[in-house]
């Protein structure tokens, strides 16, 4: 779990200022969101998955995004994308439901947390013995709270219907 904190501080210290407010940029923000739109205009949200890393392989292009630091500062800007999607998903949700639903939403979601944490620090730790490590940490919790944040999105489209 340190190596992950050491990683979370990596891509915040080395992050552009701009960024490290809210992780993503505005052109991120519409560029994802148009997606997951479109995604979802297209046949069903489970189409979102399709926008998962969009911004980060974009980001990665660039002469900043090429380098194992600044792939997974690309990784860490996309996934705070994702992350307030599947908090703000996650409080619409929880909206909807009775208090019973609502303390078994809660129970998941923490379990799901603490699976994300444990699978992607394997991941991490996996790789140990190279830099490739934080480029598979990132990746990995990119690609599971993106994931996480398509399911709420279902969850509360089941909700309303």
Do not use: H
Not at 6 to 32: H, N, R, S, V, Y
């Amino acid at each position: 779990m340190r190596r992950f904190v050491t990683l979370a501080i990596l891509a915040a210290c080395t992050m552009p200022a701009a960024a490290q407010e809210t992780g993503f940029t505005p052109e991120d923000d519409k560029m994802l969101t148009e997606c997951v739109e479109n995604a979802g205009a297209s046949g069903g949200e489970s189409l979102a998955a399709t926008c998962i890393g969009t911004v980060s392989e974009l980001c990665q292009e660039t002469p900043e995004g090429s380098t194992t630091i600044g792939i997974v500062e690309c990784a860490a800007r996309e996934t705070s994308w994702w992350d307030k999607r599947l908090n703000d998903t996650y409080a619409a949700v929880l909206e909807t439901l009775d208090a019973d639903r609502t303390q078994s939403l809660r129970d998941a979601q923490r379990a799901w947390i603490a699976f994300r944490d444990a699978e992607c620090a394997f991941a991490y730790d996996y790789w140990r013995d190279g830099t490739i490590r934080s480029v598979f940490g990132a990746s990995c919790m990119l690609d599971l709270t993106a994931r996480r944040a398509i399911d709420l999105s279902d969850i509360l489209e089941w909700s309303a219907g």
